[in-house]
């Protein structure tokens, strides 16, 4: 209505002038819009009002319009579909509005396991090392945790076993003893997942795939499993070796390859995991039933399986676990927390390493592995493959929720008694069958429908993680005792080096300020 008022003033004021006689052709044509007054021009102020009422509520109703109940959708959709930002792109790929807070939720869960852990660690080394390079803030200096990321902690399990005339036995040199080459651990791979009733691997992987490192050519070496996408056509990349961690690994591509084959009557589009994490969940749920000791005594890489009541050998194995997997939690979380904050545009270039060591110090309880004051002039995300790679990271925390629940799901199928970590799926076709079903949709469903195949759940749990870990977490508290087991949030203050320190504060004070600092 103002706005109107306002066109109308101008209008009138602009008749006052012979403007169509102009002779500059831009004056002209500037009063020439002025007069030109739309509705504007309609002097019944009732009427006025009730076109801009009309529009605005038209305008309104168009831009928070959802089309809804649509067939096989679970959320109502928008008219005008976009993103934010990547970050907003990234999240869409899991379908559901909350999944932010979803995550959060999921991860504040698992916190406590992860504190009683983190406080076991660092008592540990702090009786190897020299006590007092620990800060008196509660972190674990990231150096120390046999990873370059401190993200996965297993390297260091000699320095921390709780019981080491329990001790385990050493996996790859029993390999060795049996005679293992590289053959034949993608042998025992494939035979895990066809006595489950899961498919063999066709005859093309065998002779396509990349499986040793070539001797005549530089090779990306980094494991990976691919779909060729013509039903015949799927290979695993990688430059085996003959230790355990890649026997895991063989089981973890081929735990790809064994979903491209289930969903490859989909269409082209669905022909991919439920979400992201369903894929890395699937490469990693056979692992889980491969590492107990009853597994590997079947295959003879152990001598004997710890008798019910030996807590000993069961705090080691559960242990072991932990560090590869709860260790791995608050970093699986964080890295996108990061990288979403950073395409918010919620954090600057000029915070970015800031931002990550505040990420690193409060969630995981990490701190820089120098004593240096990590500021800008540095960017430790960048040593982080996925950061420069771009792939997104969150996957592999939601594939660690999930991995978690189809084993609980596929044991109860099994019929397994006892504690959940000594569960082992092996041969056992009905548990195979459910599972496959949930893999045969790809992404044709929702995957809270896929989710619901195999666990009868539709939403995310950390529940089955938490039963697994439970034996531990119980003993970890008593080791702790009553100690407070956190750390502070904010990262130990390293002091920048004096010169720095002035050249700073130099730069951000003012004029006089600055003349008090040379002074004194
Ligand atoms: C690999 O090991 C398997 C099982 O021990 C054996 O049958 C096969 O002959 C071996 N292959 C090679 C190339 O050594
Ligand atoms: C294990 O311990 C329970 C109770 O402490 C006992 O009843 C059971 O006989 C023990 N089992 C074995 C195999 O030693
Ligand atoms: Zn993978």
Redesign the pocket.
């Known amino acids: 209505m103002e706005f109107s008022a306002f066109s109308k003033e101008a209008a009138q004021n602009a008749s006052k002038y012979d403007w169509k006689n102009f002779q500059n052709e831009t004056v002209k044509r500037l009063f020439e819009k002025i007069s030109s007054l739309g509705f504007s021009a309609v002097n019944d102020t009732e009427k006025l009002r009730l076109i801009s009422n009309l529009e605005a509520s038209l305008t309104n109703m168009y831009s928070t319009g959802k089309v809804c109940n649509i067939p096989g959708e679970s959320t109502c959709l928008e008219l005008e579909p976009g993103f934010k930002d990547t970050g907003e792109y990234w999240r869409s790929w899991y379908e559901v509005p909350t999944f932010e807070s979803d995550v959060r939720n999921l991860y504040n869960e698992l916190s406590e396991l992860y504190q009683h852990l983190h406080y076991y660690v660092r008592q540990k080394l702090r009786n190897k090392y020299n006590a007092d390079v620990f800060p008196a803030t509660g972190h674990l200096p990231a150096h120390l945790l046999g990873n370059m990321w401190a993200q996965q902690w297993n390297n260091i399990y000699d320095l921390v076993i709780p019981y080491p005339s329990a001790g385990r036995v050493n996996i790859t040199k029993a390999m060795l003893d049996?005679?293992?080459?590289?053959?034949?651990m993608y042998?025992v791979a494939e035979d895990f997942f066809k006595s489950i009733g899961l498919q063999p691997m066709p005859e093309r992987f065998w002779t396509e795939s990349m499986l040793e490192k070539p001797a005549d050519r530089d090779v990306v070496c980094h494991a990976s499993a691919w779909d060729f996408y013509n039903k015949q056509d799927f290979r695993i990349k990688q430059c085996t070796s003959i230790t355990e961690d890649q026997l895991m690994t063989v089981h973890h591509e081929m735990g790809h390859v064994i979903y491209f084959l289930e969903y490859m009557n989909q269409p082209i589009i669905f022909r991919r995991g439920a979400n992201p994490g369903f894929h890395e969940g699937m490469a990693d749920i056979v692992t889980l039933s491969f590492q107990t000791p009853e597994h590997l005594f079947k295959l003879g890489l152990v001598d004997s399986v710890p008798g019910p009541n030996d807590t000993d050998a069961d705090i080691n194995f559960l242990l072991r676990m932990a560090l590869e997997k709860v260790a791995f939690l608050p970093f699986g979380y964080l890295i996108d927390q990061w990288r979403w904050s950073v395409f918010k545009g919620e954090t600057t270039p000029n915070k970015y390493n800031q931002k990550w060591w505040e990420l690193r110090c409060e969630i995981q309880g990490i701190s820089p592995p120098v004593n240096l004051y990590r500021d800008e002039e540095y960017f430790d995300p960048g040593a982080k493959y996925h950061i420069p790679g771009n792939t997104p990271y969150i996957r592999y925390f939601v594939s660690y929720i999930l991995q978690f629940m189809w084993h609980k799901s596929l044991c109860d199928v099994a019929g397994h008694t006892g504690p959940l970590h000594r569960c082992d799926i092996y041969q056992n076709r009905a548990a195979g069958e459910k599972l496959r079903e949930m893999l045969q949709l790809g992404s044709s469903k929702h995957w809270s429908e896929a989710l619901f195949t195999v666990t009868g759940s539709r939403t995310m749990s950390a529940a089955p993680l938490i039963e697994y870990f439970q034996p531990l977490l119980q003993w970890l508290k008593k080791q702790n005792g009553n100690a407070d087991v956190s750390w502070n949030k904010a990262c130990p203050q390293n002091e920048p080096p004096s010169s720095a320190a002035i050249i700073k504060i130099s730069v951000s004070l003012t004029f006089i300020s600055l003349i008090f600092v040379f002074l004194f």
């Open positions: 049996k005679g293992y080459n590289i053959t034949y042998q």
